[in-house]
């Protein structure tokens, strides 16, 4: 039998080396050719014209998929750097090679040296970011022996409105819609569940799989209301240290590992409205086709994970095969040795590998929901053209606390969600870099959309133009809008603010300035001016030109904070005159509770007649089966004759065919031997004729010898005219007997 397989999302960037050997006239032109498991997948960088210390701008995504995921030891990613020639073939400038199970369940970062030809003597070291994360497919969650115990049967009725109705078990994963997995079941101190379906979950990559949670919820029939729920997460069932299936005998670098996981849960259910208690739930689960690699947990923070000479720094999940050359995380001070060991033989450029920060940015402080919160972005074109060095006053984004009836009312944009952190304060992730920040991707002007790159960095996109940039276009003053126009150098897009009242564009950003200061455009000349509301004058100067950078920044803050914070509290308003409008007049809701003590009455006397129309419904039930059994029935049948009637059809159609052939070439027969005949009786009066003619020819010859010579050449010659024309009519009748024959 195939073995299953097993598949990988595997993403390569941030690639760069220091250090590298000039090939030939002092210089290299480099480039980076990778080999992914033998041949799978070949690729390679750009070339970088005369550079020893390359950066290349190159990002990669692929699949992978193997039957052997225990062989991955064997199986090598190859990195050869070359200096690229026009002329003649490229020069060797160093090599080194990961194996896959390295990294399928190492570091995401990789800092190697390279390796000569010889193996002697420093190449340099290459530096770069791999992600290969396993794809879960197919994987089924299997409850069993489900109930909750201790439920507190008073709460759950006041919280679906005062109605006492049988309650159903709904579940599903995370941001999915919730499936009915259970018979309505009588609201009891102690409720059971016996049969519950198997819960399939969509492919997914490993760290949203293990990001996501389990949730059960319990739900009133009468109304469809949802009362309480309980959720689980999925790092807690994906545990191998902790699931009973896990067999503890197997080596730690054991890649082969078992593909279903088996744990015992037990999970307070509290009440959606109140987050009060009001049971304990209980069941078996059982996770199928789980998956087998994760990569650690860490990377490529906090510091000391990463994959280096000295082996694989950092702490792999629980019970998942690790590196075979795990070593423990790096300290601080084992990191700076290494760091300058590694370093000795490379020039001042080289830096070791850590997280780039901005002002702009600031991550939370604790986990992440997300399991790998710095994945690599996606496509480089997506995002602006960097300019890491480039020093600019930036706003530094303040956490404020979650709303949750805010983010009700506001909805994040596409690609973007709203989490809580340890101290209660909401946090945005965007999910296609898994990166975090406390900057609020919501109330973004008309055309644009706020996003994240691999490493964390924010950046705009103008949708009309196609075009990003890193500066934010919130918190203009009233009167203005931003825009972005390509450049005509080609290079990164030029922020252009469009001044409303007339139309008129300016480079110059009309933020930042002093209180009572407004920027203005002159109409018809395009030229700035500053209009001062206190002094009530205007002045061509610029009044920040007299403040000091870290004035002009203080001040830019607090202007944006406080812009954030009106449209925080007129979002706030907004949701509260949201809520007023739909609160009920006290004298309606009075009259409406005991309109629904009425309500709760008829319906404990219509229990029983609920109860026979449901038996009804059964009994109904089995009798259109019984029915719909009898036509399918009676269809197939007629399906039977149809087919056994196209069957004789066909049968008789190809017999006339058979019969028709057969008669076609019996005349043909008859008529080639007809022909024939004909043919061989005009070649015996032929011959007969030939004959006679010869014979009188003969006499001829010997009536000339006997006569005159001029009498002999005479007739010689009539003769032979007459043979020829003879002759000529003969083979014309022959050449007309075989074009009759043909």
């Known amino acids: 039998d195939e073995m299953p397989k097993t598949f990988f999302s595997v ?82 400038l160093g090599k080194t090679k990961i194996d896959l199970h390295t990294l399928a369940t190492g570091a995401r970062v990789h800092d190697l040296p390279l390796e000569n030809d010889d193996g002697k003597g420093p190449a340099g070291r290459i530096q ?73 979950v969509a492919n997914q990559v490993f760290v949203d799989l293990i990001d996501s949670s389990l949730t059960f919820s319990l739900v009133s029939t009468e109304g469809d209301v949802s009362v309480a729920h309980c959720t689980v997460p999925m790092s807690l069932l994906l545990d191998r240290s902790k699931a009973t299936s896990a067999d503890p005998s197997r080596g730690k670098h054991d890649a082969d590992m078992v593909a279903e996981l088996s744990m015992a849960i037990s999970v307070p259910m509290v009440l959606r409205a109140t987050n009060a208690k009001c049971g304990l739930l209980s069941a078996n ?16 923070t906090p510091e ?79 995002s602006p053209s960097s300019r890491r060095s480039q020093k600019m006053p930036l706003y530094k984004p303040r956490p404020w606390p979650y709303d949750e009836k805010l983010d009700t009312m506001v909805a994040c944009p596409r690609n973007w969600s709203v989490r809580v952190d340890r101290k209660g304060r909401a946090y945005f992730a965007y999910h296609p870099t898994r990166q975090t920040t406390y900057q609020d991707p919501r109330w973004m002007p008309e055309g644009w959309s706020q996003r994240m790159d691999g490493s964390g960095h924010l950046y705009f996109a103008y949708h009309p133009k196609r075009l990003t940039t890193w500066i934010d276009p919130r918190g203009l003053p009233r009167d203005w809008s931003v825009i972005l126009e390509r450049s005509d150098s080609g290079g990164e897009a030029n922020v252009v603010y469009v001044y409303l009242k007339n139309g008129c564009q ?88 005991l309109e629904a ?51 004789k059809q066909r049968r008789d159609l190809a017999r006339w065919e058979q019969e028709y052939l057969e008669e076609m070439e019996r005349q043909r027969a008859e008529r080639q031997r007809a022909n024939k005949q004909r043919l061989e009786e005009m070649r015996e009066k032929h011959r007969a004729e030939e004959r006679r003619l010869r014979e009188d020819h003969r006499k001829w010859l010997d009536e000339f010898q006997s006569s005159k010579n001029a009498e002999v050449q005479a007739h010689q010659t009539r003769t032979r005219r007459q043979l020829r024309e003879l002759i000529e009519r003969y083979d014309a009748k022959i050449a007309k007997l075989y074009s009759d024959e043909s």
């Not at 080999?35 to 701008?57: I, M, Q, R, S």
């Not at 193997?66 to 990613?77: D, G, P, W």
């Not at 199928?288 to 650690?296: E, G, K, Y």
């Open 304 to 382: 000391g994970t990463i994959h280096n000479e000295h082996g694989v720094h950092g702490v792999p999940l629980p019970g998942y095969p690790q590196p075979y050359n795990l070593l423990p995380p790096l300290s601080k001070s084992d990191a700076a040795a290494e760091q300058k060991e590694s370093s000795q033989s490379l020039p001042s450029q080289y830096v070791p590998y850590q997280e780039s920060h901005r002002e702009d940015i600031v991550a939370p402080s604790t986990s992440q929901h997300f399991y790998s919160p710095s994945a690599s972005p996606r496509s480089v074109s997506s």
């Open 128 to 200: 770069l970011e791999v992600e290969m994360m396993q794809q879960v497919r197919g994987m089924r969650v299997d409850l069993s022996a489900v109930r909750i115990d201790d439920v507190d049967t008073g709460l759950v009725v006041q919280a679906a409105n005062n109605i006492y109705a049988p309650v159903v078990l709904a579940l599903g994963q995370s941001d999915t819609p919730q499936q009915v997995a259970s018979q309505p079941t009588p609201l009891l101190p102690a409720l059971l569940w016996s049969d519950v379906p198997d819960l399939c």
């Open 285 to 300: 689960v059982t996770i199928h086709n789980a998956p087998s690699f994760a990569q650690l947990a860490g990377y490529p």
């Open 11 to 92: 993403s390569i960037d941030n690639v760069r080396a220091f250090g590298l050997r000039a090939a030939s006239g002092g210089r290299s032109d480099p480039f980076v050719k990778f080999n992914f498991g033998g041949d799978y997948k070949v690729f390679k960088t750009g070339v970088k014209a005369n550079d020893l210390n390359p950066v290349w701008d190159f990002s990669i995504d692929f699949f992978y998929n193997t039957s052997y995921a225990h062989k991955l030891r064997s199986k090598y990613l190859t990195i050869d750097v070359y200096d690229h020639n026009r002329v003649r073939s490229n020069t060797f």
């Open 597 to 647: 003590e009425l309500e709760r009455e008829q319906k404990k006397l219509s229990a029983q007649h609920k109860q026979w129309l449901a038996h009804k419904e059964r009994e109904w039930q089995v009798i259109e089966t019984s029915r719909l059994e009898f036509e399918e029935g009676e269809l197939k049948r007629q399906r039977r004759e149809l087919r056994e009637t196209e069957s």
């Open 506 to 593: 300016t480079l110059v950003d009309p933020r930042g300035l002093p209180d009572g200061f407004e920027q203005r455009v002159q109409a018809g000349k395009n030229r700035l001016y500053f209009s001062n509301a206190t002094t009530r004058s205007t002045q061509w100067e610029d009044p920040r030109h007299a403040m000091s950078m870290h004035e002009r920044v203080a001040l830019r803050d607090k202007q944006r904070r406080a812009w954030d914070e009106k449209r925080r509290q007129a979002a706030l308003e907004e949701a509260m005159l949201e809520e007023l409008r739909h609160e009920e007049d006290p004298a309606a809701k009075e009259i409406a509770e």
